[in-house]
Structures are given as C-alpha cells and as structure tokens.
C-alpha cells in the first residue's frame, strides 16, 4: 500500500503524535514542530527530542514531515518581514534536524505587488542562504499552491524556477497537494488530464523531485485559484482523480498525508483513510524507496 497518513495534532507534547496517528491507522505524520501561528517557540529541551524519537522508534519509524509556519514569507519584498522570515524558517528546519523529521514543507510565498519574476528572486534568494547555512539532511519540499491572491508557487513554472535558482540543490523537492492542484488549473481527474499534468511536471522540473502529496478534495473547482480543502471523494477532485493517483507505481512509497478537515474525534482521517485504501487496484512492489 502506498505510505498513507495525515497532518496529526501535537497537543500535549510532540511525541503524542504517534499515539493519534496509531488510532488513525496512520502510516505517514505530518506535524507542526511549534505553533504554526506564532514566530517564536519555546526551544526544544533535550526530553522533548528524547521523547518524540523513542515515541518514533516505538511506532516503527514511519515517513515523518513537518509543516512551516502560515506566518512565513520568503517572498516579501519588505526587509524586515523577509528577514524576519528566513530567520523563522531556519528555525524550523533545525527544529526538525532536532526531531529526526525527513522534510520540511513550506508553501513558497507572496510576492505582495512586487511581481511574480520578482517575488521568485527574493524566494530563491532566501532559499540559497538557508541551504548554504544549514547542512542537515532535512529536505525542503515546496507545496504547489492555489494561487490566491499574490500567491507564488501555483505553477509548475514557478516552482522549476525556484529549483533553479538554488542550482539544483538535492534537498528542494515538491510536495503536490491535490486541492492546491486543481484549483491552480491542473487537471488530473481523468487518464488523460493526469498522464498530461505529470508529463508536464517530468519535463519542467523531474519526477524525481516529487516527493510528498498533500491529499485533499477541493471544494471549489478547477482554476478557481481558491484554496478550500474537502474530504476526499466529496469534492471537485473526485474519487477518479485520487483513484489515479494511489495506482501510480511511480508514487507507492512517496509519502502521502490528509489535510482535510477534523472532526472532535479521529473519525474523519479513519474515514478518508479507508477511502483512499479502497481506491486501491493492486500492490506494486517496484517502486524505489521513499527518500523521505
């Protein structure tokens, strides 16, 4: 089966994660490794790294990714936010060289009127320095995004620009999340829409770069531009479009995690869990390992 989880709650300590993902039938976790609505974090003792990597260990050491903070943009023309950004992120990242978490996904950022050729300089920009400075093995993996409002990063365009900027550097890969992906004009719903979009992804940046989806129903339609996640099957992306996606034999051990929206309890990641395990044809033992 393919490496199937969900964006899972650390209230109570980062190490609780585990425990809810085990209740969730989860075999993929995506945290945040601090509030994602806040800059600044209590910084990580060494118990709470301790805790989470023997929690990981018992849990059988399953993909585990992270989210960066809404509040980051490594777009922003203005200075002082954009410094204030590049410092944030490279907190996370050493959060997660903390934790033991594989890759770090981040969506590139608004350019906020400055343009789109400009706000993709300022991107890579912040990117090479992160990169030059931090020599750990966590990944950055930059999400494809509806394109709302100044959003980059809504284009495959736009994200080989990006790993371009950086010289190609081998830890920038792609999270491609499927609401995000629709909404931003990819079409994937049929045979023929999704042979297309991942051709056309190889061709600009690489198969090989693709290394995590974000797997959400979209409650608005394709090129909408609008960024509003759904449960799976309930939305515009369909069961045909996810139905595509778990028979790849490209993608049987990329990393795939639910953002779609919680309920009280664990019921609605059971639920799109086992849908998209319904989804399933066949069991394709070829593919190449997961980086991640």
């Keep these: 089966m393919p490496n199937l989880g969900a964006h899972v709650s650390t209230v109570g300590g980062l ?16 945290i945040f490794t601090k509030s994602q609505r806040q800059w600044n974090a209590k910084p990580l ?80 920009a912040a990117l090479r320095r992160l990169l030059a400075e931090n020599a750990g093995e966590t990944q950055i993996l930059l999400e494809i995004t509806a394109g709302q409002g100044t959003a980059l990063g809504h284009s495959f365009e736009h994200l080989a ?17 499927t609401c995000h992906g629709l909404a931003a004009g990819y079409d ?27 797997l959400n129903d979209s409650k608005n339609d394709l090129g909408s531009r609008v960024d509003r996640h759904t449960h799976i099957g309930e939305g515009f992306v369909g069961l045909s479009g996810f139905e595509l996606i778990m028979n790849d034999p490209r993608f049987q ?10 309920e009280p309890d664990e019921s609605a990641d059971i639920r799109n869990l086992a849908t998209l395990r319904g989804l399933r044809r066949s069991v394709v033992s070829s593919a190449p390992q997961s980086e991640v």
């Design 188 to 214: 994937f719903r049929t045979a023929e829409g999704y042979q297309r979009t991942f051709e056309h992804f190889d061709r600009l940046i690489g198969i090989d770069r693709l290394r995590a989806f974000h």
């Design 161 to 177: 620009r990006l790993i371009e900027l950086c010289d190609g550097h081998p830890r920038l890969g792609i999270c491609f999340d």
């Design 15 to 30: 190490h609780t994660a585990f425990e809810r993902a085990h209740a969730t039938t989860c075999h993929v976790i995506q």
């Design 45 to 124: 003792s060494a118990a709470d790294c301790a805790n989470f990597q023997a929690a990981h260990r018992d849990a059988g050491m399953p993909p585990l990714i992270a989210h960066d903070s809404y509040l980051i943009n490594l777009g922003s023309p203005d200075d002082s936010l954009w410094e204030k950004s590049i410092a944030a992120f490279r907190v996370e990242l050493e959060r997660c060289q903390q934790l033991g978490v594989g890759a770090l996904v981040t969506h590139p950022g608004a350019h906020v009127g400055s343009g789109e050729d400009a706000g993709l300089e300022r991107v890579g």
């Design 253 to 262: 051990t990329i990393p795939m995690a639910l953002e779609t929206p919680k």
